[in-house]
């Protein structure tokens, strides 16, 4: 047995270790041997060039998915592998398991086997040790009255002038200095024995600390099973009692309808924070102490205790207790989507319902306006592409764009297109409207707070695209860069943006359904901090709905884009958002838990509450902003003891939940089905549409060198164009004569009269352009 285990400790073979970002993970032959896992590049570098080492003694192992392996050594060292298949992973977990235990016994040899210690022993161990205290503290009295002693005596010998009396002193002197040699000698003894006594069962003392400590957690984690066993168990009894008391209804008496209504519904339990209602409109934000011209930007990534931006708020914890569906619910409802229980649904009205309204279908007749054509309903529906090229293997060699950098400024040094995905910032906006049945659903709604509800959903959505491993930037646009995607057809809307400024970057979009209008102003702040960058929106998100009249506002949540330098890289958004309705002064106040290695809670959890215009809890949001959102109307609110206020729920249906990806969407970029869509070719778009920028199209088909260099050569014709106009506007002051510098085609500056601040909104122009063919106004920005 121990034959087979030293040779299971012994391994030997290929596996997949993480290199850097550019690289990615690259083959490596891995030796595990005498508790050491090293590797090299081939089979033949084993007898000279080991590139790196690993002592598994002191080394966590853990696996993340049926394929990778997690190594770190206290943080100094890691090592993120990858197996061929979960069979060979296993075998490697097995091997460096016994080989991490091996290593532990060689550096501890006489350590016990033993796991359960003796109590008594600790006794009589606690015991000696005090015994040895009090012999030390005895000599340490002793030694204080026999060093006074004999200063006393020194003292008196000094002061004396008679030889005869100096000699009897000096045996006095003699004798105090023997008791106090004796004295020193006993403290000295004692205190090396209580030290040798300590050392010897030190180690013994770690283990069984360790012992305990690894007892507690056992407990805990028990404590933990046996809690989560009993819901189940309190959830599996409750629902035979309503699958019996479902198929037999039995009597009409009050009694028995009493105990249907008190077994009607399971509960769940949760915890939020609600602000305080208050009259001014008002954008959560995190805190700040910089600022950007005239904005803000928030320095941390904690948005606990964040300001508001007009005023304070002050947030309230509530409890919220939620009734969970049950399969046994009736067809009907299911249906119907009723968010109300049985008990429940007899106290409630019609509008307790969560409205699932399928989107508006494509043969519904688009509203005349100014700007949309009748006759679109005519035109046959284009059929959109389902791939895209898939993304080359090609690395990134990194001294190539060092030696371009040398000697040049930051802003000016061209960065390749392996940092890119082909599509610009401008394409990657109009992936906030993947999820736009949301806003189609809100438009249905007659109730103001569910309206609300389903914008929160829409907006939480519009991050799902961050998720896995899609880290990957867009392509920066040029200024006067446009991109439009009508779905009119389709899906019923059609979305124009444009790049409206350089320095800042800033766009400015304008989306049309048939029943709501979007438009915004995105631009962003971002922050490197060595380990991650962070991205933090500035611009206000405006939507309104036709029927209604309801104007929405809210600002986006901070992003932040982990490993920027080692290791993969990953995406989490956080922070708090808040909606306001305008109209009805309805709030929703969304919070985007930061992920954190420590929380047990559900990573990239979002909640949420829709209060109305006195401040009253009217639903309550939850999920994640990359699976799924689940809503639930509020339909008691009461005080608990403490004074903090509990909402008792109906069940929680889902308003909105991911689409899965398309096949083989990891080699495309992790893009989403409309994702693949953004680029396809148009006929009739603008002459700056970003379809028609080079550098883009070549990287979508694979041609990246070319690419790079078409990327470089537009930088380098819009860094001219500024300069012409620099020199243009010079002239003209020297002359005294105004210069009118450059505006945006399809959008005009003007003051927000909902923030007060300025912004770019769309001229109503373009679609007419379209139509008519006229792009004479287009600057020319491409080769």
């Known amino acids: 047995m121990s034959d087979q285990k030293q040779h299971l400790s012994q391994y030997k073979g290929w596996l997949y270790k993480w290199t850097n970002y550019l690289k990615g993970y690259q083959k490596r032959w891995f030796v595990l041997q005498n508790g050491l896992l090293s590797y090299y590049r081939t089979q033949a570098e084993m007898a000279h060039t080991c590139r790196g080492t690993i002592n598994l003694a002191t080394a966590f192992i853990y696996t993340e998915d049926s394929c990778s392996i997690i190594i770190s050594n206290s943080g100094t060292q890691t090592f993120h592998l990858k197996a061929t298949s979960e069979i060979e992973r296993q075998k490697w977990v097995t091997a460096l398991e016994l080989a991490k235990a091996d290593a532990i016994k060689m550096q501890d040899p006489d350590s016990d086997e033993e796991e359960s210690p003796d109590k008594n022993e600790i006794q009589n161990t606690l015991m000696t040790l005090s015994a040895k205290l009090e012999d030390i503290n005895t000599c340490n009295d002793l030694i204080g009255k026999n060093g006074s002693g004999l200063q006393r005596v020194l003292s008196d010998l000094e002061q004396m002038d008679n030889s005869a009396e100096s000699s009897s002193r000096l045996k006095v002197v003699n004798e105090r200095a023997t008791m106090f040699r004796i004295a020193t000698n006993a403290m000295i003894n004692a205190c090396a024995e209580f030290m040798e006594l300590a050392q010897t069962q030190g180690k013994r003392w770690q283990k069984l600390l360790q012992y305990e400590h690894e007892q507690r957690m056992k407990l805990e984690e028990m404590v933990e099973q046996l809690a989560k066993d009993q819901i189940h168990l309190e959830t599996q009894a ?408 509990v909402f008792e729920t109906g069940p929680h249906r889902i308003i909105w939940k991911r689409k899965a990806p398309p096949l083989n969407s990891e080699k495309m970029y992790h893009f989403t089905q409309l994702a693949i869509e953004l680029n396809e070719q148009e006929d009739g778009v603008a002459c700056t549409d970003s379809r028609l920028r080079p550098d883009l199209r070549l990287m979508e088909g694979g041609k990246w060198d070319e690419a790079n260099k078409s990327k470089v050569q537009l930088e380098e014709k819009q860094r001219a164009t500024r300069r012409r106009r620099e020199a243009e506007q010079e002239a003209a002051l020297k002359k005294g004569e105004e210069y009118i510098g450059w505006k945006p085609v399809w959008f005009t500056k003007q003051i927000d009269p909902q923030t007060g601040s300025s912004i770019h909104m769309f001229n109503n122009k373009y679609w007419e352009c379209k139509k008519s063919g006229d792009w004479s106004a287009c600057p020319d920005i491409y080769l």
Not at 398 to 403: A, F, T
Not at 543 to 558: D, E, I, P, Q
Not at 622 to 635: K, P, S
Request: glycine content about 6%; charged content about 25%; some cysteine.
């Open 238 to 645: 409750r629902r035979s009692i309503h699958n019996v008391r479902w198929e037999n209804p039995g009597s009409n008496s009050s009694e028995e309808e009493d105990f249907s209504d008190a077994l009607d519904y399971l509960a769940e339990e949760m915890i939020m924070k609600i602000p305080h209602s208050s009259e001014k409109t008002k954008h959560r934000r995190n805190p700040s102490d910089t600022s950007l011209g005239n904005q803000m930007i928030p320095d941390e990534r904690a948005s606990s205790g964040s300001d508001w931006e007009e005023g304070d708020g002050i947030s309230t914890e509530v409890r919220v207790y939620s009734h969970v569906s049950t399969k046994s619910d009736s067809p009907r409802r299911e249906k119907e989507g009723v968010s109300t229980s049985k008990s429940e649904h007899r106290r409630a009205t019609s509008q307790d319902k969560l409205r699932h309204t399928k989107s508006v279908s494509s043969e519904t007749s688009i509203p005349s306006s100014g700007s949309t054509p009748s006759d679109l309903s005519m035109v046959p529906q284009k059929r959109r592409r389902k791939t895209i090229p898939e993304k080359p293997n090609i690395s990134l060699n990194l001294w190539s764009v060092m030696k371009n950098a040398i000697g040049k400024e930051l802003s000016k040094i061209p960065m390749p297109v392996n940092f890119n995905e082909p599509l610009s910032m401008l394409q990657r906006l109009a992936e906030d409207f993947e999820y736009h049945e949301c806003l189609d659903r809100a438009a249905t709604c007659e109730s103001s707070t569910e309206q609300m509800a389903h914008v929160a959903a829409f907006t939480i959505s519009a991050y799902s695209t961050t998720s896995g491993s899609r880290t990957t930037k867009p392509f920066n646009p040029l200024l006067g860069e446009t991109y439009e995607f009508d779905r009119l057809q389709d899906q019923g809307w059609r979305y124009l943006s444009e790049q409206v400024c350089h320095h800042p970057p800033t766009c400015s979009s304008y989306t049309e359904g048939r029943e709501w209008t979007l438009w915004q102003e995105f631009t962003t702040a971002t922050k490197f901090r060595g380990a991650y960058l962070q991205i933090i929106p500035m611009g206000i998100a405006h939507l309104t709905f036709k029927k209604s009249g309801n104007h929405y506002t809210w600002r986006k949540v901070t992003s932040t884009v982990h490993n920027i330098i080692v290791g993969r890289l990953w995406v989490d958004n956080h922070g708090e958002m808040d909606i306001t309705n305008h109209k009805t002064l309805d709030k929703c106040h969304l919070k985007y838990a930061a992920y954190s290695y420590f929380s047990r809670d559900t990573p990239r959890k979002v909640t949420g509450v829709v209060t109305d215009s006195k401040g009253i809890a009217s639903w309550v949001l939850t999920g994640t902003w990359d699976n799924q959102m689940e809503g639930a109307r509020v339909i008691k609110i009461e005080e608990s003891n403490k004074g903090k206020p």
